[in-house]
């Protein structure tokens, strides 16, 4: 589609994916669950969906039966892998609920009752006003709690999460303000009788635990993840793993 055509969702598409702007399939397949990488994914797909179905406006685009035969196991193995995706997405966002961040609307008041997104995500007819539907429809279900929109307030709520390790009487620490590349902060934290601190660097997007003063100080890497990964579940749900594993090898 021209830029002129685009639309809301696919703006936000582009949004949330451009951190993955112009990098390799194996890049985004290595980024193990992030928004930007699925946001990146789903762009270049209608990119490319969308370019096939107007070069086929061609009547040269195919030379041989053989040729539109592979396209039509192209067509066909796309919309299996949407099918997959569509139930997976599904998964996901009972995930959100799980954690939290979402009550989502079902048929009835049983949590074991399906969403009731479902049925439109599965039945509508396929089509870019349905697109733009569903994007209104999932858009409209509110966040319990909203997600950071700095590297600070993930410290913060993520702290929150870790509230029975936080070291009692001590606050979170920011240096810098957020735009500054040296925007950092850490939250102490007790483990098994040892400190740690649970620390952001934003300049290089990472995550760590380190249990400074000790001499030589131990670091332990949580990860590397832009802002938009920055959920706090997922770092408390890190945290807590590490310093467990940790312990065990004390």
């Known amino acids: 589609m021209s830029d002129a055509a685009k639309t809301s969702w696919q703006e936000l598409l582009e949004d949330v994916g451009e951190t993955f702007n112009g990098c390799g399939i194996d890049d985004v397949a290595d980024s193990e669950g992030r928004p930007e990488a699925a946001a990146w994914l789903a762009d270049a797909a209608v990119a490319s969906i969308d370019g096939l179905t107007a070069l086929l406006s061609s009547l040269w ?42 009550n989502l609307p079902r048929h009835g008041n049983d949590p074991d009752e399906p969403i009731k997104l479902a049925r439109d995500l599965f039945k509508l007819e396929p089509s870019p006003r349905t697109a733009d539907h569903l994007f209104a429809q999932f858009s409209s279900i509110p966040l319990l709690r909203p997600m950071p929109s700095t590297f600070a307030e993930a410290l913060h709520q993520t702290a929150e999460l870790l509230a029975d390790l936080v070291v009692p009487g001590t ?80």
């Open 61 to 102: 685009a195919l030379h041989t039966p053989e040729q539109a035969g592979a396209i039509a196991a192209a067509l066909t193995t796309i919309q299996h892998h949407a099918e997959q995706a569509k139930s997976r997405l599904l998964d996901v966002l009972e995930a959100m609920e799980e954690r939290g961040d979402v």
């Open 171 to 250: 606050t979170a620490e920011i240096f810098e303000d957020p735009d500054d590349s040296e925007h950092q902060g850490f939250v102490q934290l007790q483990y098994n009788g040892k400190r740690w601190r649970l620390f952001f660097y934003a300049g290089e997007e990472e995550w760590f635990l380190d249990d400074y003063p000790q001499k030589p100080p131990t670091t332990v890497m949580l990860g590397r993840f832009p802002l938009l990964a920055s959920h706090p579940a997922k770092l408390a749900e890190a945290t807590r793993a590490v310093l467990a594993e940790s312990a065990t090898k004390a």
